[in-house]
Nanobody, 129 residues
Framework: QVQLVESGGGLVQAGGSLRLSCAVS????????MAWFRQAPGKEREFVAV???????????TYEDSVKGRFTISRDNAKSTVNLEMNSLKPEDTAIYYC???????????????????WGQGTQVTVSS
């Protein structure tokens, strides 16, 4: 049974940092693309970052423009976890953050939520001004 479980959300002041984690079970993480999305109240779910597997042991990260330089996505295949390090947080980063996975080919529309097969339940991140 595939499960993705997020943790690490919370309340933080603007300029602060949080580290989100996604614990994966039910499949071998090393050959999956893993992503983070977020959804603010009244808004659609939006892409944040993806860590794509390109074969062998190579992985490449891509970020949404507004989080470039502030967020870092990483994975630990041995521990079956995917992390999102978030620094210099802004009030507009407030949302529920979701972890997602897919076994698509490398060149897929990684920013589209419909491309992902499995999702976690989400973790709330609130940034106060």
């Amino acid at each position: 049974q595939v499960q993705l479980v997020e943790s690490g959300g919370g309340l933080v002041q603007a300029g602060g940092s949080l580290r989100l984690s996604c614990a994966v079970s039910g499949f071998f993480l090393h050959s999956y693309h893993m992503a983070w999305f977020r959804q603010a109240p009244g808004k659609e779910r939006e892409f944040v970052a993806v860590n794509r597997w390109s074969g062998a042991s190579l992985y490449f990260a891509t970020y949404e423009d507004s989080v470039k330089g502030r967020f870092t996505i990483s994975r630990d295949n041995a521990k079956s976890t995917v992390n999102l390090e978030m620094n210099s947080l802004k009030p507009e980063d407030t949302a529920i953050y979701y972890c997602a996975s897919t076994a698509s080919s490398y060149y897929f529309d990684y920013a589209s939520p419909t491309q992902y097969d499995y999702w976690g339940q989400g973790t709330q991140v609130t940034v106060s001004s």
